[in-house]
């Protein structure tokens, strides 16, 4: 039935080319709102409170993570491709809602709206790099991947810092999502092809276990899994907070526009850039130790940001906090492929994204209260400390890779 189809990097460079393209282009709706939001809801509407300010990524978390598990679901109903286009579609608006904004509210619904184009194109993405490349190369697709996603995010968060310090903080740095938002639906809608065919090759060959509920075990029962997924929940519970609270602390020591871009773009760049070469590593080295020493590294940096208003020490900063999660971030999708059968891996996936960016929702209440009640830099330090203690369930709770395996077991 599917003698035709070759599974591998190399046999579809192409659509893998592609599909690297619209990540980039996924990652900058993102990196639209990541220098500039905090500041343009205090100078454009008046807004002063953290918890206020946050809630823009409060709702994002939300959606994006309530979409993530229902793409993984519906993708072997609806088909990848038409999940990717619709997730495209949602997105061309984003930018003119936040041009006409006339209240905090219009914000708040472009995010809704970001959250669900987000939760289904980036999940889109990610599963049908895995179903084109098969077992060999899944650390290198997955760092091919997030890199493109990543180093978009820092790339557009530095040009809106650029034209914010330029030509002001409205509306000129938003009309970059036109572009972007048009580009990545045309892409799609004439050249991606759907991959479904290419997962169901692999489950001819593989010897992945089956699992018996795959929402519990990812989320609590199986030991690889469930530490997996604990850490991506708090990966992105500290995102949700640097995005938030980072440009917060940046601007309260009287960095201008320009500065602010380039330390918030410092930490998703060397994040993208990273993933170049820690996405093959995970083909290769312990998946348990870089997720370890990944969170270790981020729990460090960010408990340490609060101590200084250096700019260059920030700066080295924000670029550390960039490699732990460049250790960590195709690490988790590769984990999570490898211990899971083809047939459910979009679902595990899914499962996986709806916790990790259920902490950008939980990154920004948290840090958002503590901010309001003890200031920014209590909040950013407790949030390092929350990393830091992740990285120790990791390393406490997750098998070995090569003494279970990752919890693989042959069918006999």
């Known amino acids: 039935m599917h003698d035709s189809i070759q599974l591998g990097l190399k046999e579809n460079w192409k659509q893998f080319t592609l599909l690297v393209l619209i990540n980039a282009l996924v990652g900058g709706m993102v990196g ?7 500041e343009f809801a205090e100078a454009q509407f008046g807004i002063a409170s953290a918890s206020a300010i946050l809630s823009f990524i409060t709702v994002f978390g939300f959606t994006k993570a309530i979409t993530n598990y229902y793409t993984g679901r519906l993708s072997n109903v609806f088909g990848r491709r038409n999940l990717l286009l619709f997730g495209w579609l949602l997105a061309i608006p984003i930018p003119f809602l936040l041009i006409y904004a006339t209240s905090w509210s219009w914000v708040i619904v472009s995010n809704v709206l970001l959250g669900i184009s987000q939760g289904l194109t980036w999940s889109s993405t990610v599963v049908m790099k895995i179903d084109l490349v098969g077992e060999k190369n899944r650390g290198l697709a997955m760092g091919l991947n997030e890199f493109a996603g990543y180093f978009a995010v820092g790339v557009v968060a530095f040009f809106t810092g650029y034209v914010a310090a330029h ?72 995102d949700g907070m640097i995005w938030g609270l980072l440009p917060m602390l940046l601007f309260s020591l009287d960095f201008d526009a320009k500065q602010v871009g380039w330390i918030t773009a410092a930490y998703p760049t060397t994040w993208g850039i990273g993933q170049l070469f820690t996405g093959k590593m995970a083909d290769h080295f312990s998946k348990k130790e870089m997720i370890f020493w990944g969170m270790l590294l981020q729990g460090i940096a960010i408990a340490l940001l609060p101590s200084t208003n250096n700019f260059f020490i920030l700066l080295t900063l924000a670029a550390v906090l960039g490699l732990g999660t460049a250790l960590v971030y195709p690490t988790f999708l590769t984990a999570i492929s490898m211990a899971t059968s083809p047939i459910q891996r979009a679902e595990s996936i899914g499962t996986f994204r709806l916790w990790r960016d259920l902490g950008y929702a939980f990154g920004a209440i948290l840090s958002g209260s503590i901010a309001d009640l003890f200031g920014v830099h209590i909040a950013i330090f407790a949030i390092g400390g929350i990393t830091l203690l992740s990285s120790v369930v990791v390393k406490i709770r997750m098998p070995h890779d090569k003494k279970e395996g990752l919890e693989l077991q042959k069918i006999a």
Do not use: H
């Not at 639209?32 to 905090?38: C, K, M, N, S």
């Not at 075990?217 to 992105?236: D, H, I, M, P, R």
């Open 32 to 38: 639209l709102e990541r220098t500039i939001i905090p």
């Open 167 to 238: 030509y002001g903080l409205w509306p000129y740095p938003f009309y970059i999502g036109i572009g972007i938002s048009i580009a990545g639906f045309f892409t799609t809608l004439f050249w991606i092809r759907d991959t479904k065919k290419f997962a169901e090759k692999e489950t001819e060959t593989t010897s992945s276990k089956v699992l018996q509920n795959v929402f519990i075990e990812t989320s609590f029962t199986n030991k690889t899994l469930s530490s997996v997924t604990q850490a991506g929940l708090v990966n992105n519970l500290n």
